[in-house]
């Protein structure tokens, strides 16, 4: 039990209640309520109790029944946004299932949360049950982003997982956006992906609006390498270096260089 395992490594560590409760920021009485299996923490209040245990979240949570229990830590599962769509569109089991070309039995576990279909299938669902794919994967959470990334690199989880120096248990929690990536963590994820850092934070739907609202032919340069280099090196500039591009931008239009 996850309370359980919280006060192993409270004992472990010679630590009081009160000691962990203060380095938390909890209350001494909601930490025992929280041990004892009384009550169930955010994610938020893990990230606090796995930082005030000096633990890594995953050994809080790992691998092995983890799916289960981390559920229970987050409500709007995306079964759920699957199958409002799908009651609001009028269809059924029967007919959605034969639609994504899968069987009935395997829809009811995707929208029971106890199956994790493949993004393809994701995709096609989402086409018919109307939803977009911005509500299927979280409107761009960073998990999200890792999973489908590398999934189409062929990928397993414990691949990334090696490649980028963590556990496969704190992939699978990523993915399933249970927990948060350190900034060199998520460094190191994005260069085994081969895309930028903060193309995993940007929120999708801001970077579709501003998209949506270029031109064509910039949108075809911004397709050229030389181009998606230049992008790149902003997303690791500094405040000052990217305040200095600015002024640079201002002075270049302000000279009549369009």
Known sequence: MLGERIRTF???RGLTLQEVASRSGLSRSYLSEIE????????KTLEALAAALNVALDALLPEEGMQAEAETLTGDSLGDRLRLARERKGMSLTEAAEAAG?????LSEIERGQAQPAVDTLRVLADIVSLP???VFHC???GDKVRLLREQLGLSRAELAEMAGVTPGFI?????????????TLKRIAQCLDVSPCYLLLE???????????????????????VQLVLRMVCDMTDKEFEFLLQFIR????????
Do not use: C, F, H, W
């Open 251 to 258: 002075l270049l239009r302000r000279s009549g260089l369009q």
């Open 36 to 43: 004892n299996g009384k009550k169930q923490p955010s994610v």
């Open 133 to 135: 794919l911005s509500q």
């Open 140 to 142: 761009g959470a960073v």
């Open 204 to 226: 999708d739907d801001s970077a579709e609006e501003i998209i949506r609202g270029l031109n064509p032919e910039l949108r075809a340069l911004l397709q050229e390498p030389r």
């Open 10 to 12: 409270r004992e472990k």
């Open 102 to 106: 899968i069987s009935v039995s395997y």
């Open 172 to 184: 699978a929690q990523l993915e399933n956006n249970k927990t948060q990536a350190s900034l060199a």
